[in-house]
């Protein structure tokens, strides 16, 4: 069973930066397409960025230029590398995982907080 563990959440000021990592035991990610969802207090949660097995990428249109998704096969996890963080961003950010031709996200991680504030 594919366990996903996010990382990397924390207090940030508006401008700075966090790198949150989504680390995978129990079956190798390379097979799975990868999302970063995220939801904040009285919101439902959105789509931030996902990565296929063939590395494409897409992102939300509120972080496209900020943000950037990537995955290391080698180490088993997928990364969101955050710059330029508003406190809009302000979330719990999940990573989930759906199986090649699956046509949705059947594993979750727990979420780690992000918050952006002066």
């Known amino acids: 069973q594919l366990q996903l563990v996010e990382s990397g959440g924390g207090l940030v000021q508006p401008g700075g930066s966090l790198r949150l990592s989504c680390a995978a035991s129990g079956d190798t990610l390379d097979y799975y397409d990868i999302g970063w969802f995220r939801q904040a207090p009285g919101k439902e949660r959105e789509g931030v960025s996902c990565i296929n097995s063939n590395e494409h990428t897409s992102y939300a249109d509120s972080v496209k230029g900020r943000f950037t998704i990537s995955r290391d096969n080698a180490k088993n996890t997928v990364f969101l590398q955050m710059n330029s963080l508003k406190p809009e961003d302000t979330a719990v950010y999940y990573c989930?995982?759906?199986?090649?031709?699956?046509?949705?996200?059947?594993?979750w991680g727990q979420g780690t907080q992000v918050t952006v504030s002066s």
């Open positions: 989930a995982a759906a199986p090649s031709a699956s046509g949705g996200y059947k594993y």
